[in-house]
């Protein structure tokens, strides 16, 4: 979408997003169909080398809710989607940190062996430094189907370290330096919480790019993206089924309709489909342990559906 406003900070009415098919004024919820799987994520586990101010999945040093998978455990995945011939594209693999798993480099070589276009969400700090000659041999064999996505709150070192913490800004950029040096293909994502509109974000990256020599172009909505906000405690409209017509929005547009994600629960004997890479911890979006269940209509039950989906056209594939 365009520019971005502050959010409202008007608290959530506790009556909304309580049943699955009604919403609180009694219309019939939206339901979003999965039209075909294009994207599958990946959670590689909540463990992080930062503690950010406002991350959704609340990674941290210490947080294990959402345990390290293993290599095995994504083969069989990507077996499921061989073995159903489903016309998935796109490897996504998310946190916590994903260099912090100590199969990452494995389940990376093993995706891109088998074709797909691999994306990887990063801090490009420490964890991923250390992988440095892998990237590197994983560049000179798969060339740009694989994609390193760095998050960059903010084009400004003050707001970035406001969410990332204090030194947590040169580490960053030095990574980003190093990818775009070496011309290992990567993307940028921002956040937007601040009021700015989008021309002047991306006016800010592009002097932050042209200062460091890091090869992006800002305007370019698939390789800088802006990410609207998320907090489940503010107030946000429920989606009805007749909302899609009103705004003018296609369901098939939501991430629901295209992508599913993996993660493997603390303690738990298998690792769990589910719905929505936003919603990890939120068991009504469990789509049980096989890709068999993907198929099942989403409830848009959540404030996040509502705020970061539909009303702000938030992605995270690129597909």
């Given at each position: 979408?365009?520019?971005?406003?502050?959010?409202?900070?008007?608290?959530?009415?506790?009556?909304?997003?309580?049943?699955?098919?009604?919403?609180?004024?009694?219309?019939?919820?939206?339901?979003?169909?999965?039209?075909?799987?294009?994207?599958?994520?990946?959670?590689?586990?909540?463990?992080?080398?930062?503690?950010?101010?406002?991350?959704?999945?609340?990674?941290?040093?210490?947080?294990?809710?959402?345990?390290?998978?293993?290599?095995?455990?994504?083969?069989?995945?990507?077996?499921?989607?061989?073995?159903?011939?489903?016309?998935?594209?796109?490897?996504?693999?998310?946190?916590?940190?994903?260099?912090?798993?100590?199969?990452?480099?494995?389940?990376?070589?093993?995706?891109?062996?088998?074709?797909?276009?691999?994306?990887?969400?990063?801090?490009?700090?420490?964890?991923?430094?250390?992988?440095?000659?892998?990237?590197?041999?994983?560049?000179?064999?798969?060339?740009?189907?694989?994609?390193?996505?760095?998050?960059?709150?903010?084009?400004?070192?003050?707001?970035?370290?406001?969410?990332?913490?204090?030194?947590?800004?040169?580490?960053?950029?030095?990574?980003?330096?190093?990818?775009?040096?070496?011309?290992?293909?990567?993307?940028?994502?921002?956040?937007?919480?601040?009021?700015?509109?989008?021309?002047?974000?991306?006016?800010?990256?592009?002097?932050?790019?042209?200062?460091?020599?890091?090869?992006?172009?800002?305007?370019?909505?698939?390789?800088?993206?802006?990410?609207?906000?998320?907090?489940?405690?503010?107030?946000?409209?429920?989606?009805?089924?007749?909302?899609?017509?009103?705004?003018?929005?296609?369901?098939?547009?939501?991430?629901?309709?295209?992508?599913?994600?993996i993660v493997k629960r603390k303690n738990a004997e298998k690792p769990a489909v589910i719905a929505c890479t936003l919603l990890p911890y939120d068991e009504q979006f469990d789509l049980g342990t096989t890709l068999d269940g993907a198929s099942n209509d989403v409830s848009l039950n959540h404030p996040h559906c509502a705020r970061f989906c539909v009303l702000?056209?938030?992605?995270?594939?690129?597909?």
């Open positions: 979408m365009g520019g971005v406003s502050q959010p409202d900070r008007t608290a959530l009415d506790p009556s909304k997003f309580k049943d699955p098919h009604i919403t609180a004024a009694g219309e019939t919820r939206a339901r979003v169909s999965l039209d075909v799987l294009r994207t599958l994520w990946i959670n590689t586990g909540t463990l992080c080398n930062l503690t950010c101010a406002h991350c959704y999945i609340e990674s941290s040093p210490s947080n294990d809710r959402l345990e390290y998978i293993t290599v095995d455990e994504v083969c069989s995945y990507l077996d499921e989607i061989r073995d159903q011939n489903l016309a998935t594209e796109e490897i996504g693999f998310t946190g916590g940190e994903p260099f912090m798993n100590p199969d990452i480099i494995k389940m990376l070589e093993v995706t891109l062996s088998r074709g797909f276009r691999v994306l990887v969400l990063t801090n490009a700090m420490k964890p991923m430094w250390h992988h440095k000659s892998s990237l590197e041999a994983l560049k000179l064999r798969f060339n740009d189907n694989l994609v390193i996505r760095v998050s960059v709150d903010h084009y400004t070192q003050q707001r970035h370290e406001e969410e990332r913490g204090v030194g947590s800004w040169q580490p960053m950029l030095n990574g980003l330096i190093w990818l775009s040096q070496n011309k290992i293909n990567f993307d940028v994502a921002g956040r937007t919480p601040w009021g700015e509109e989008d021309t002047a974000i991306r006016e800010g990256y592009a002097k932050l790019f042209a200062k460091y020599n890091i090869l992006l172009d800002p305007k370019d909505p698939s390789r800088l993206v802006l990410f609207p906000e998320m907090d489940a405690n503010q107030d946000v409209p429920e989606i009805t089924d007749q909302c899609w017509s009103v705004l003018n929005i296609d369901p098939g547009g939501m991430m629901c309709a295209t992508s599913r994600m702000g056209g938030g992605a995270c594939s690129q597909g």
